[in-house]
């Protein structure tokens, strides 16, 4: 896939995001709060491609955040998230993950399959688990079924990756648009923000 990018914060840390929007030579991509966090620049790899001059449009308070580029002149499409509900347990689901390793991609996407293992609550998340390999600069990667976006990679430790559903998703985006009524899509609520 050509929609999952790698970012970079200069010699701290590496993460994974993916197009989201794409309009008017603008290009709009989610990632994890953490990997952009405190960061002092932005770069963001596009098809080989380097831009520096990425911006955080929001963050948090889950562990999302929206990257925008400008002056793409590249076509993009954007990934499609799965709307409500949430995939059953064993669904099998794979990681889309971009990051530096040796000069160049140690993982291809649509490589790494895995299943939904479990799901849980923790402070205002929404958190299923994955039973796939990831590795460091991995988070903020869409996890899809199919041909939609079902969840994002927010990290994993002692063998279980970690991943925020589309609950958190649409929650967070609820959030930013200051919605207070249920009667959303995340795709309506993207094109609001983007």
């Not at 430790?157 to 998703?169: D, E, Q």
Request: net charge neutral; aromatic share 10%; hydrophobic share 40%.
């Amino acid at each position: 896939m050509q929609h999952a990018f790698s970012y970079h914060r200069r010699h701290i840390s590496y993460g994974t995001g993916f197009v989201v929007s794409y309009r008017d030579n603008r290009c709009v991509i989610m990632t994890n709060e953490h990997v952009i966090a405190g960061s002092y620049s932005i770069t963001v790899l596009l098809n080989e491609h380097q831009f520096t001059d990425a911006y955080v449009k929001r963050a948090g308070p889950a562990d999302l955040a929206l990257v925008e580029l400008k002056d793409v002149v590249a076509e993009f499409r954007p990934m499609i998230f799965q709307e409500l509900p949430i995939p059953a347990l064993r669904s099998v689901v794979y990681l889309h993950g971009f990051f530096p390793a040796f000069g160049g991609t140690a993982i291809l996407p649509s490589s790494c399959p895995g299943h939904i293992t479990g799901m849980w609550y923790r402070d205002n998340e929404h958190l299923l688990l994955g039973d796939f390999i990831s590795e460091p600069g991995c988070s903020g990667g869409p996890i899809t079924m199919g041909d939609r976006v079902i969840a994002v990679l927010a990290g994993g430790r002692h063998g279980c990756r970690t991943m925020l559903s589309t609950l958190t998703v649409y929650m967070t985006l609820m959030e930013w648009c200051d919605f207070h009524s249920p009667n959303h899509t995340i795709a309506g609520m993207l094109r609001r923000l983007c």
